[in-house]
Nanobody
Framework: HVQLVESGGGSVEAGGSLRLSCAAS????????MGWSRKAPGKSREGVAA???????SYIDSVKGRFTISKDNAKNTLYLQMNDLKPEDSGTYIC?????????????????WGQGTQVTVS
């Protein structure tokens, strides 16, 4: 079992920055993909960024050039640096650890998800 705990969310003005963290504990598999999804009210959850086991990163078009995903394997921590934030970036950001990267397709059904951290951009 894997536990994922997100932190770093908050309220910022448009153009501001936030850095999200996701601390993983338990049976973390280095071969699985880690990623960030977001859920806004009235919208479906969407995969925002992912980092695969070999370090390959992927992003949805709307955040390319503004968001950077990274991970510290020694600390089992995933990060999402978000710059030049826009109101449409608002939502609950959820960390995942899954066999399928969140930017590649639907969840495998055998992954793990955190509770999320709220990001509000005004």
């Amino acid at each position: 079992h894997v536990q994922l705990v997100e932190s770093g969310g908050g309220s910022v003005e448009a153009g501001g920055s936030l850095r999200l963290s996701c601390a993983a504990s338990g049976n973390v598999y280095d071969s699985m993909c880690m990623g960030w999804s977001r859920k806004a009210p009235g919208k479906s959850r969407e995969g925002v960024a992912a980092i695969d086991s070999d370090g390959t990163t992927s992003y949805i078009d709307s955040v390319k050039g503004r968001f950077t995903i990274s991970k510290d394997n020694a600390k089992n921590t995933l990060y999402l640096q978000m710059n030049d934030l826009k109101p449409e970036d608002s939502g609950t950001y959820i960390c995942s650890h899954d066999w399928v990267c969140v930017t590649a397709g639907p969840p495998s059904g055998y992954g793990y998800w955190g509770q999320g951290t709220q990001v509000t951009v005004s």
